[in-house]
């Protein structure tokens, strides 16, 4: 009873001390359902009473609102440029998901001034303080404008397939990360597997490689299915984890977002500064924004 105690308390002492989890999810190359993840990964933990917002950062191309079956009238460039507010900008999806839609001709706004970069920042430290969880949303492979984010975020969710290109991409992309910031958080999936064998595989490949060439130690999330009801949720603009409460595929999701939850549950009880922020603002400062 002792124990249980002090548990709840050191919980209820870090919820009270504790600011969002900044989450990049990122994959490789195109084609592996990495958004059609997003936002059931989001939609799973907002459905396990977390406060979530997802931001659509797929450059020129967000389709979150799409999947989702909803159209928005503004979306991150708006806010950037000072068209609207952060509120505006900001839409309610599944089980009280916040989302924000990249929209599309946002990379006309990665030229950066020192007013979007403050409104940027502004938006990132309210998100912090008023969510558990800021999911982003990246579009395939890394490229200058995405890669100031990728470093400053906590964790990263690298998704794969069992294609060989998809591996290679994959490795390729959490090296690249890894050269950045060798201390980063990784969490590996792989999707659409045709069995549990082939997907566990494909992930025990990349976690030795990781291992035996970057001395990194990754941690693997799990292996979701290659099931003809996402095809099915994508054509309805549901997610899947909605549609198919009962689906495999939703079975092993809910899995895979416990697993993650259980490793930011024991992380430490109170976190010292802001690294989030602080580490944007010194990249951000590098390249002379500021």
């Known amino acids: 009873m002792r124990d249980q105690a002090e548990e709840l308390r050191m919980k209820m002492l870090r919820n009270q001390n504790r600011l969002g989890r900044s989450i990049a999810v990122v994959s490789g190359k195109g084609g592996v359902g990495k958004s059609n993840f997003s936002i059931n990964f989001t939609t799973t933990l907002s459905g396990q009473g977390k406060k979530v917002v ?9 389709n979150i609102h799409i999947l989702l079956g909803k159209s928005v009238s503004s979306n991150l460039k708006d806010y950037l440029v000072g068209d609207q507010s952060l509120e505006s900008v900001m839409f309610e999806g599944p089980n009280d998901l916040q989302y924000i839609s990249g929209g599309s001709g946002l990379n006309g706004v990665m030229e950066w001034t020192e007013d979007m970069f403050d409104r940027l920042i502004e938006a990132f430290e309210y998100l912090q303080k008023n969510f558990d969880y800021i999911v982003f949303d990246m579009g395939a492979g890394a490229t200058s404008q995405t ?14 397939t069992a294609e060989p290109t998809s591996i290679t991409d994959a490795y390729s992309m959490m090296k ?3 050269y950045k910031d060798s ?11 045709f069995t549990d064998e082939e997907g566990l595989d494909t ?4 976690k030795l490689a990781m291992s ?22 994508v054509r309805e603009q549901i997610p899947f ?43 951000f400062s590098h390249r002379g924004v500021r």
């Open 147 to 160: 890669l100031d984010l990728l470093v400053s975020v906590d964790d990263i969710i690298v998704i794969t």
């Open 203 to 206: 992930t025990g490949r990349l």
């Open 176 to 178: 690249y990360i890894y």
């Open 54 to 62: 997802l931001i659509d950062m797929d450059i020129g191309m967000g």
């Open 241 to 283: 984890s909605i549609l198919y409460p009962q689906a495999e595929i939703t079975k092993k999701l809910k899995k895979i977002t416990s697993a993650f939850t259980d490793f930011d549950d024991a992380e430490e009880v109170i976190p010292k500064h802001n690294k989030f922020i602080s580490r944007l603002k010194s990249l």
């Open 212 to 233: 035996k060439f970057l001395s990194k130690e990754i941690t693997v999330l799990g292996v979701l299915p290659e099931d003809s009801v996402v095809r099915k949720a």
């Open 183 to 193: 201390e980063k958080n990784f969490f590996l999936i792989c999707n659409r597997a």
